[in-house]
């Protein structure tokens, strides 16, 4: 038998044919009602949303169903990020993963926490053999949860093919009701070359929106003439919520001929964070909304543009007429149309509001850039901007440095790193960033020799911190030499406002105990069906430490009688 699936799944992982994809081959994960908090290539901080986000009526505990047959190939369990998370892989190629799970079903929670204990570590990554967790279509694998960085109960649902990308779930079927057209919050118009204006402006221009009977937009009639670009904040709603939720498809015609169009049909993770040149970042910092720029840039190379439609440039000439007819539309084709009407006409450029960000500082696209000084240094790697940044570097008092503004975004790390020559405690300093010096973020604190240095992706105001407090331990269910034998868990909260819990293990009787760790309610969370503890007296002893090295000791005995 395991030599059969062995080979039944190495023939046949790399077989699926990607322009016909199954629409009848998966089924649903949760047998109730799909109502979507979150849809797939949703707009989110630094990377587009990878599956769909299915509520769970508000609880955890929903039972989670294979869509197909298969096997357990993945697991991983992490504090952040999908929490407990599946992969299932399909005798068609393609992967389902489901995230955010609160516990996985008998057999899979026995295998895992047997290797977890073996490991003693709450956090793992596993990939299980294909004879090892087989798996047949609506085997229940798993409960709902809001594990990891989850903000509310829910499952977090993907479909990948078999080069790990990402793949819109309702390709493949999965019926979400939807009857609603997108909305539209707001519509831009941005000069993209230098003798661009937009009624006599050389900057993003918001339009004026009428509605019409028929339920289409109409932006009042601009001036303009040189290079532009349009940009629309957009978003759409099933039937059953109210969630603000992202749209399927984004066009663009400018009298008629298609100059524009995005997709989200499928991404690669290693192009996600690439969504900062996709927005237009600047106002996402100020206003936090969320604006599409619905033309394609230099260091753009997203995979969600047709790009036989064009790249999205329209070129408007003095005493020519141009209508942009901008088409945004959900999975199941309602679409909202909005027309732009734009009339070619050179006008006198007044002066803009802008801020001269001069500097002898200039980051490249194409170069790295390094600078120092007594105190600090820090690199910024090649290809970690977009555009030429004319950086604004700024030393400021107690030796802390402002980089830039975080209104530019860097696609990779770049490293900071600060002298502890006169700091009093160098064993307890990090890198933080403010804009209160008075609550610091933790950034880093990997110290080497007399130096301290961190990596971030974003800029702002740098400098090194002091953490000397401990982490604090409070038992939460039990008292210390007390009996707890109705508990079926142990409790406890674990906290540092300062730099965060790094590392924390607990022994039962010098054994060691599997602790849960959720860090958005400080709770660790010992079962007490893992079988650790004994009948009558029991030792636990917990260690916790912070991201500076700080550390506490908790020691405390209950008592149970079974």
């Not at 975004?409 to 209160?436: I, R």
């Not at 080497?448 to 401990?470: C, E, P, Q, Y």
């Not at 269910?477 to 607990?506: C, R």
Request: aromatic share 12%; proline share 5%.
């Amino acid at each position: 038998m395991k030599y059969f699936l062995l080979l039944f799944f190495n023939t046949l992982i790399f077989t699926c044919i990607w322009s016909q994809i199954p629409k009848d081959y998966f089924s649903t994960p949760m047998k109730i009602p799909l109502v979507l908090s979150g849809t797939f290539g949703e707009l989110r901080s630094n990377h587009f949303h990878s599956g769909m986000d299915i509520k769970t009526q508000g609880k955890k505990g929903i039972n989670i169903h294979t869509v197909a047959q298969g096997y357990v190939s993945r697991i991983k369990i992490s504090e952040g990020g999908y929490g407990k998370a599946i992969y299932i892989q399909h005798p068609n190629g393609y992967t389902s993963v489901y995230a955010h799970l609160n516990k996985f079903a008998p057999k899979i929670e026995a295998y895992v926490k047997k290797k977890q204990y073996a490991k003693e570590s709450y956090t793992i990554e596993l990939y299980p053999k294909a004879s090892e967790l087989p798996v047949s279509k609506d085997e229940i694998i798993a409960y709902s949860g809001n594990s990891g960085g989850s903000g509310g109960p829910h499952l977090h649902f993907e479909i990948r093919d078999a080069k790990s990308r990402p793949m819109n779930p309702m390709l493949f079927g999965i019926e979400i009701a939807d009857t609603k057209k997108p909305l539209v919050n707001t519509v831009w118009l941005y000069p993209l070359s230098q003798d661009a204006h937009i009624n006599g402006q050389h900057k993003p221009y918001r339009l004026k929106i009428s509605s019409h009977k028929d339920g289409t937009l109409t932006t009042l009639p601009v001036k303009a003439c040189g290079e532009i670009g349009v940009g629309v904040s957009t978003y759409d709603q099933q039937n059953a919520a109210h969630n603000k939720n992202g749209v399927y498809k984004i066009q663009t015609k400018v009298n008629g001929t298609p100059n524009f169009e995005l997709e989200m049909k499928r991404f690669s993770f290693s192009e996600t964070r690439y969504i900062n040149q996709l927005l237009d970042y600047n106002y996402w910092t100020e206003n936090k909304s969320r604006i599409t720029k619905l033309f394609i840039e230099e260091n753009n190379p997203l995979s969600i543009y047709n790009n036989e439609h064009g790249n999205g440039f329209i070129s408007v000439q003095n005493a020519l007429s141009y209508t942009v007819d901008l088409s945004i539309s959900d999975f199941k084709g309602n679409i909202k149309s909005i027309f732009i009407p734009i009339t070619g006409e050179v006008l006198p450029a007044t002066p803009t509001n802008l801020t001269d960000h001069s500097s002898p500082y200039l980051a490249l696209p194409e170069q790295s850039f390094s600078y120092k000084n007594d105190y600090v240094s820090f690199t910024i790697p090649k290809k970690a901007v977009y555009d030429p940044v004319a950086l604004q570097i700024i030393d400021l008092p107690k030796n802390k440095i402002q980089i830039h503004k975080d209104n530019v975004p860097l696609h990779k790390y770049m490293n900071v790193s600060f002298s502890l020559q006169n700091q009093l405690y160098p064993h307890q300093c990090y890198v933080g960033t403010y804009t209160d010096e008075r609550k610091p973020s933790f950034v880093g604190a990997k110290r080497i020799k007399n130096r301290i240095t961190a990596r971030t992706r974003t800029f702002g105001k740098f400098g090194v911190f002091t953490d000397s407090i401990s982490p604090k331990i409070k038992p939460i269910n039990f008292t210390n030499k007390k009996w707890i034998s109705n508990n079926k868990t142990l409790k406890i909260k674990i906290e540092d406002k300062q730099t965060g819990i790094k590392n924390y293990k607990a022994t039962i009787n010098g054994n060691f105990a599997l602790m849960e760790y959720d860090y958005k309610t400080d709770l660790l969370v010992y079962d007490f069906n893992d079988g650790v503890s004994t009948i009558g007296e029991n030792n636990i002893k917990l260690y916790v430490e912070d991201n500076v090295g700080n550390n506490t000791i908790f020691e405390a005995v209950f008592y149970r009688k079974q």
